[in-house]
């Protein structure tokens, strides 16, 4: 049966799954460049503690890549198939890249003495009592 051909499964699936991605495509390279900005920013604070660079902390940069990346495309799942209501792919990117960031500014603060966090939570403090 033509159907249940690979060429015609793959001719059909192929785009359905680009697709049904396509959302979420931008949160994953931006993860990404957030990830390795996280390693080059955490190798020069750690010359600058004057540790040594171990290839194993390296290592979980892809493992990090990899399994952020199914968990924002598990998000995306549940948001269209259970959750349609809520933009749960988008809540959990945002939160993976609230950490990601985070830990990219403790190491510039290592780096440069500067806490930038410090005083990006100061000003959003004194927002909200505005508010």
Known sequence: MKAFELSTLLK???PYIVFFF??????????????FADVITGCKAAQVRGEEIRS????RTVSKIIFYSVAIMLSRLMEVAFIDFMPVAKLTAG???IVEFKS????IAII?????????????EGWSKRV
């Open 56 to 59: 194993n902390r390296m290592a």
């Open 104 to 107: 990219n500014l403790e190491n």
């Open 12 to 14: 059909l699936g192929i």
């Open 95 to 97: 939160y993976i890249a």
């Open 22 to 35: 396509a959302p979420i495509t931008i949160a994953i390279i931006g993860l990404t460049v957030l990830i």
């Open 112 to 124: 440069t003495g500067v806490d930038i966090w410090k005083h990006l939570m100061t000003k959003i």
